[in-house]
Structures are given as C-alpha cells and as structure tokens.
C-alpha cells in the first residue's frame, strides 16, 4: 500500500483550497469541507492540513497566532490588513528572486520564503 496515497477527504480539502484566494483558516476551510463531507471533523481537517503543508502542497502561515493555509505554490507575497485579517497576494517575482539570490551568497540553501507586508485594507481605510 503506498503510504502518500490522498484520501478521499484530503483530496477534498485541496480542492477547496485551490478554489479559493482568502487563505483560510481550517476552520474556514472546515465549515466549507462539511458541506460535502458532513461527516468530517475539525480535528481531520487540521490534520489534512498541516499533512499538506509538510509535504509543500500548500502554504501555511502564521497571522495573529492562527494558521492561514494557501494552495499557490508560485513564487507570491502576502498583504496582510492588521485590523480584519484580510489577505491578498502580491506577485512580485523579483523580490522573491532577489531574496533567494541574496540567501545563496551567504552559502545557504533557500528552500521557500514568506513575504508579509502588513498594513491596511481598501475596506478596512475607509473607517
Ligand atoms: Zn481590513
Ligand atoms: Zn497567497
């Protein structure tokens, strides 16, 4: 029996993910989950997900001391609102290239690298 084989539910829960652009918590992608697997707990759906993360099919990223999980894998920045949480990503290749670039003459590997600009939504400006 191969060991990385996906399940049913974790299949599932990739799908989801990369239908969406919010960076949802789990127990967003919980709730939305359910809806087909009524069956499914919270517990499952952590599990899945930071099974993901560990085998770098998805992001996962820290905001406010909770787990924000993305399935885009290429090369992006978070903008992050400081006060609702909201995400976008920014795709600037070159800060990324840069950086990677920048890692390798101090003879280090780079394996990833989380970029986080924080600051305030369009939504959130206006209050
Ligand atoms: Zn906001
Ligand atoms: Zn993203």
Known sequence: MKKN??????????????????????????KEVAKEL?????ATVYRNLNHLAENC????????CTSRFDADMSFHQHCICKKCGHIQDLFEKKITEDTIKKARTTNFEPQSVNVIIYGICKGCKGK
Do not use: D, G, W
């Not at 049913?8 to 919980?30: D, F, G, W």
């Not at 009524?38 to 919270?42: D, F, G, K, V, Y």
């Not at 099919?57 to 406010?64: G, K």
């Open 57 to 64: 099919e998805i992001q996962r990223f820290e905001v406010n």
């Open 5 to 30: 084989r996906m399940t049913n539910q974790r299949l599932k829960i990739l799908e989801y993910l990369r239908s969406v652009k919010t960076h949802p918590t789990a127990e967003m992608v919980y």
């Open 38 to 42: 009524p069956n499914i707990t919270l």
